[in-house]
């Protein structure tokens, strides 16, 4: 594409955008627009009427797995029923897909529905495709399941300490989601996990050390928009990771001082925006060191303008995280939330709650003069030069054909599985239970996760292993628990999954996986506990002579805990955060960078 060269040499610093009645201009000291697809994004401009131009700075999602298909839930949120509808009624810029709103059942349908959105985008008359996008952390949040490559997730990227290994990962998740449509990925998460009963983050943090978080976020920069030719997206400015409330449901301060956020929480951003991001995602957190109005980041000025953009020198695309999050809805309503955003400086509104009640606000807010049409063609070539580098606005449909050879070949599934196997990180062995030997025994696997324990299961079944899978949940009922003690009566050998055990506010309000846990010590048998997701969990049952951590449940998490547990790999993870003791948040029971081996 002959635009690329310039758009590179182009910033939107040096882009001097001048309003006149038709629109965009370009000012002789800006690069002239040699290029046809920098010229068609500012003429495209110049021909869209207010109400186009609205609809290109929301970022919509629809029910269902096709673009033609009715769904009742799309038409008491949009007035009309299909995804396509959806497209047309309201020609957004961009789009989201969600696994758990019926948008994805395998990668054929995927990319088949992103042809069908695309066409639908182009069909409106302003020939401007959708950049689609979704939520591909992996770990944790991953939207897009097998057959694509699976990954471990962040943190347990941070445990592995390699920034080779997180760019492989971004550059193999990116080019998978490219083949079926889907040009930009709300990865990686930026943030630093310094608080270890954070509820909303955890390990889709790489780690609650700047420095690492800060190279690792660089690599993954580097893997999606490089190696893959996708857009990356650092989130959550401006830093989700010390806080006890989850922005889903509540409004989160962070009370860091000006150095603390400078030292802690700024370095991740700065390396991202180094590397060249091409698009950072707000939170909705209260940040008073940066801000003392009380205004979530999102609808801040002095955060958005004033520190990202002025002070951090970012030049791309702002998305705010979902409006339908509780945390921006409660203190204007949907209406001014919308307006403050962009008079922030947000570019993309992302899942309006209450699309047509804030398309119209925004609408009126420029037709009254309160945010000037100047200000909405910012935010519009910005998000136009993002679909021209990424390749979207002249090359918006995938061939389906091709998307199965692309999900998960033989050799991204290998490299994934040797990526993960760095990251099983040890923690204790004071009975020195491992490596297991080759001896035919019985294990009982028990404790969370339906799919996860039967994994392992799997697992160490190929290795020799009878197993019995008892799942519990993550607040077992006292007759889930009885039983798997009783099982393990029977058994050789018990591994035991936890899963946030120590939540008591949400997850197990009543503690019962730490009943879990212990019961099954009291027995007297081998126990093996196994933290599936945060690391902290051992804070709770510190008793457990055997405890390790995977960062993550996936499948190929779980075969690279069976191959640690019969001694195929060293375990060579370092904790990427500090374990402290339950209660003593400022007490380290297990440091940053311990782990054990043999």
């Known amino acids: 594409m002959p635009a690329l060269p310039i758009l590179r040499r182009l910033s939107l ?314 945390a921006v809805r409660k203190q204007y309503g949907d209406a001014e939330a919308a307006v403050r955003a962009i008079e922030a400086g947000v570019d993309q509104l992302l899942l309006p709650p209450a699309p047509e009640v804030q398309f119209n606000a925004v609408l009126d807010a420029v037709r009254s003069g309160r945010i000037s049409e100047r200000r909405i063609d910012e935010s519009l070539l910005r998000i136009l030069l993002l679909k021209l580098k990424n390749g979207v606005l002249f090359q918006p449909y995938v061939d389906v054909a091709k998307v199965p050879a692309a999900m998960g070949p033989a050799a991204s599934l290998a490299t994934a599985q040797q990526i993960v196997d760095k990251s099983i990180t040890l923690v204790k062995d004071d009975t020195k239970t491992l490596p297991l030997s080759n001896t035919p025994r019985k294990i009982l696997v028990t404790g969370w996760g339906v799919s996860t324990t039967q994994n392992l299961a799997n697992s160490l079944s190929k290795r020799g292993a009878v197993t019995t899978v008892a799942q519990t949940g993550a607040a077992p009922s006292d007759t889930a628990i009885a039983g798997s003690v009783a099982k393990a009566a029977e058994n050789d050998v018990t591994v035991v999954l936890t899963r946030k055990a120590w939540d008591s506010k949400v997850t197990d309000k009543l503690g019962k996986q730490r009943k879990l846990v212990n019961d ?35 499948a190929v998490s779980m075969e690279s805990l069976a191959k640690a547990l019969y001694g195929e790999i060293r375990p060579t993870g370092k904790l990427p955060v500090d374990i402290p003791v339950a209660g003593q948040p400022q007490t380290p029971l297990y440091p940053f960078g311990h782990g054990m081996s043999w």
């Not at 009715?70 to 989201?96: C, F, H, M, Q, S």
């Not at 990227?157 to 998978?176: F, N």
């Not at 099954?520 to 048998?525: D, E, I, S, V």
């Open 13 to 326: 610093a040096g882009l001097a955008l001048a309003t006149t009645v038709a629109g965009v201009s370009m000012t002789a000291a800006a690069e002239p627009p040699q290029s046809p697809g920098l010229a068609q994004a500012v003429a495209t401009i110049q021909h869209m009427s207010l109400e186009e131009k609205v609809g290109q700075l929301f970022v919509l999602f629809a029910y269902g797995p096709d673009a033609n298909q009715p769904d009742a839930r799309n038409t008491t949120l949009y007035g009309v029923a299909t995804p396509a509808e959806v497209v047309a009624k309201y020609k957004p810029g961009g789009w989201i897909y969600f696994d758990g709103r019926g948008n994805v059942q395998n990668p054929t349908q995927v990319a088949t529905f992103s042809n069908q959105l695309q066409q639908a985008a182009i069909g409106t008359g302003l020939h401007v495709p959708l950049l689609i996008a979704t939520d591909q952390e992996q770990g944790v949040v991953t939207r897009i399941g097998p057959p694509a490559t699976q990954f471990g997730g962040n943190m347990a990227l941070g445990a592995a300490r390699s920034t080779t290994d997180a760019r492989t990962a971004a550059a193999i998740t990116g080019r998978e989601l490219k083949a079926i449509g889907i040009r930009q990925d709300y990865a990686p998460d930026a943030d630093v996990n310094v608080n270890a009963l954070n509820p909303v983050i955890g390990t889709r943090s790489f780690s609650s050390d700047p420095k690492l978080v800060a190279e690792l976020t660089a690599a993954q920069v580097q893997g999606f928009q490089r190696d893959a030719g996708i857009t990356a997206t650092a989130k959550h400015f401006p830093g989700h990771g010390d806080t006890v409330d989850d922005s889903h449901t509540a409004l989160p301060t962070i009370n860091h001082t000006l150095e603390q956020w400078n030292t802690i929480d700024a370095p991740p951003f700065k390396a991202a925006i180094k590397a060249g991001i091409d698009s950072i995602m707000t939170a909705h957190i209260v940040v008073p060191a940066l801000d003392p109005s009380g205004d979530p980041a999102t609808l801040s000025k002095p955060i958005l303008t004033g520190v990202l953009r002025k002070q951090l020198g970012f030049r791309g695309v702002i998305v705010t995280d979902g409006l339908e999050m509780a």
């Open 520 to 554: 099954l010590l009291a027995t007297g048998k081998p126990v093996i506990v196994v933290a599936v997701q945060d690391p902290y969990d051992i804070a709770y049952f510190d008793a457990a002579p055997t405890f390790l951590a995977t960062y993550g449940y996936a």
